[in-house]
């Protein structure tokens, strides 16, 4: 039974490296989304092979009462679906600062982070251009200083976001 199981679970990753990848060697753009406030990240793309790539992305957030800037770098796993079309998943990690100037806060707070990050999403490589459009999720949990430590409500952030790179 083991023998099955293990020969099922290589014929499904064959199956997913045999297609042909459409990965950029560099990708450089911005990714607009919302985790806690409206932010943008400068977001770049390096491939690493033909399955893998690195992605770095250097942002803010900015809410009613909290501003953030952080640095994320994932690894990210991509497979084709159809011509242009990708899908992709990656872990990663990354730092950060935050301050907060909520009402009534005469003393405003601030401090700094370490987040761990999931990653998967969709996106579409045009031909005709040299533009890749993407829609991810990255569901963060963050682990900071101060403000005790974060209280146990904003351990966790859905980061949800649209990308748009050139690809060279």
């Given at each position: ?55 770095l992305?250097?942002?803010?957030r900015n ?50 982070f ?6 998967i ?11 890749q ?36």
């Open positions: 039974m083991k023998k099955i199981i293990l020969s099922a679970f290589m014929l499904i990753g064959l199956a997913f490296s045999a297609q042909a990848q459409d990965i950029s060697k560099n990708a450089l753009g911005l990714r607009l989304g919302d985790n806690d406030g409206f932010g943008g990240e400068v977001s770049y793309q390096r491939g690493l092979s033909k399955n893998n790539r690195l992605e992305d250097l942002g803010w809410s009613n009462d909290v501003d953030a800037l952080k640095i994320v770098g994932l690894y990210q796993w991509v497979w084709n679906i159809d011509g242009g079309f990708n899908w992709y998943a990656g872990i990663g990690a990354g730092l950060g600062s935050w301050s907060y100037n909520g009402p009534g806060n005469s003393d405003p707070d601030g401090g700094t370490l987040l761990a990050a999931g990653d999403g969709i996106e579409y490589n045009f031909k005709e251009a040299p533009i459009l993407s829609l991810d999720f990255r569901p963060e949990l963050y682990f900071g200083d101060n403000r005790s430590d974060f209280d146990n409500y904003d351990r966790f952030g859905p980061d949800i976001a649209l990308g748009i790179r050139y690809r060279f």
